[in-house]
């Protein structure tokens, strides 16, 4: 636990500005992809029809949406941003997953690789200065 304080600690006093815009950037784009699948629900179903003989189907189809629009909303506004990043995880290695077993697009691949990447930093990194967790914290 006092190796999560020193790097929070680390990471909250070398912020810069743009990583958070990052951080907003990557929350906005996981909301938008949570309205898309809402609203193409087919499509989403089309997606994870690979995994789906699996089982496990349903739960997915009402799983990633929610996580995508609710997590998103969460890390643009950095409140509890390493759970909202943990709830996305799973959705994004099943997306890199489903690109390698599915009908693999390039295109798709490397933009699920680079979520999962920037997911993955911030795991670690935290919402940073700029964020609900960091005016929270500073209230205690």
Known sequence: ????????????????????LVRI?????????GISFVTNIQYLHDLISPIDRFGGGMFLLHYIA???MIGGIMIVFGLLTRWAIAAQLPVLFGAVLVNLMG????????LAIVVLLLCIFFLFYGGGKHSADYYFKMQQ
């Open 25 to 33: 950037i990557l929350g906005v784009f996981l909301f938008m992809k």
């Open 1 to 20: 636990m006092e190796n999560v304080k020193s790097l929070n600690k680390w990471a909250n006093s070398h912020t810069y500005l743009p990583v958070d």
């Open 103 to 110: 009908h693999m697009h390039s295109e798709s691949l490397i």
């Open 66 to 68: 929610p996580a995508h």
